[in-house]
């Protein structure tokens, strides 16, 4: 891999990792469209530190509470209740699904998933689903979000059932395409949950899956699979870009609706498919050999 390409790539996944139109996906169409070698599910872990780097200092308050509570809830009763000792509690409860399902489904994650086929069918399908999500909570307001129809839930309302739907959800982003923040806020929408509620939890649930997963990938950098140099920029790059990012993100959440991200989703994965049926783009472009 080049600094060229390093370069590129850690400005994809920084751009498109908070948004719900899926950083691995676009990561492997930036490397297909480039006749570049798939950077692989390895790079894309790896990367993803950067990213959650950002996620640690923007909502590093939020953090600080969560994490202190949590461990005092460990040994004070009365903490047990507190809501920020249970939202700790909650991340480690959404993250067990993401956890057994990606070292169980591993192999076809590195391989069969990566597939141009199958990622223009998530991007689709999953932009339907943000879309249908996104409409039934525009129905519980009249005229913008001053007229509230029906009252959406906040993390407060947030239990273990919820917090389990919300970790399913981000395990189906294994699949290149599908999108983490996409499919977690998708859930939390259809849950009842408010926009920026969902978003939120969405972002604090992804940090210790998402640093275990490229922690666990650091061992095939060392191992000659993944360039060094290279990877270390790109993820520079990815928090950098990121980091500005989220605080678009969740002042564009406040007052705005999902639908330029689904119609986006959904115009790609059109492509997607007629370039891959025309012959135009093998659905296998750009895959290393090893």
């Known amino acids: 891999m080049s600094w060229f390409e390093s370069f590129i790539l850690g400005l994809v996944q920084g751009l498109t990792e908070f ?44 953090i600080a ?17 507190d809501h920020d000792a249970q939202m700790g509690w909650l991340v480690i409860v959404g993250s067990i699904p993401i956890g057994v399902l990606g070292v169980t489904f591993k192999d076809q994650i590195e391989g069969p998933f990566r597939d141009l086929r199958l990622i223009a069918t998530t991007l689709i399908v999953m932009g339907i689903v943000l879309g249908v999500a996104d409409r039934l909570a525009a ?23 919820d917090g389990l739907i919300y970790g399913f959800c981000q395990a189906m982003a294994l699949i290149p395409g599908v ?11 259809l ?11 969405s972002f604090l649930l992804a940090i210790p899956a998402v640093l275990a997963s490229g922690v666990f990938e650091l061992k095939d950098a060392g191992e000659g699979h993944v360039s060094w140099g290279p ?9 950098g870009v990121g980091y500005a990012v989220i605080a678009w993100f969740m002042k564009f959440i406040t ?22 049926g025309t012959d135009t783009l093998s659905p296998h472009a750009g895959e290393s050999a090893g």
Do not use: C, N
């Not at 129905?139 to 059932?161: C, S």
């Not at 999108?179 to 939390?188: F, L, Q, V």
């Open 19 to 62: 948004l719900p139109i899926s950083s691995s996906a676009h990561l492997r169409l930036t490397a297909a469209f480039a006749g570049w070698e798939d950077p692989g599910a390895a790079f894309t872990a790896i990367t993803q530190i950067g990213t959650e780097t950002a996620v640690l200092i923007y909502f590093r308050k939020d």
């Open 65 to 81: 509470r969560i994490v202190s509570a949590w461990f005092r809830s460990l040994t004070d009763k009365a903490m047990r209740s």
């Open 231 to 239: 990877t270390i920029f790109a993820t520079i790059i990815a928090f």
């Open 191 to 201: 849950m009842g949950y408010t926009r920026e509620a969902a978003a939120r939890y």
């Open 255 to 276: 007052t705005k609706s999902f639908m330029p991200f689904v119609i986006y989703r959904i115009l790609l994965g059109i492509l997607l498919f007629i370039l891959v």
């Open 179 to 189: 999108s983490r923040s996409g499919a977690t806020i998708s859930g939390g929408l």
């Open 139 to 161: 129905r519980d307001e009249i005229g913008g979000r001053h007229r509230v129809v029906r009252e959406r839930k906040t993390l407060k309302d947030l239990g273990v059932r």
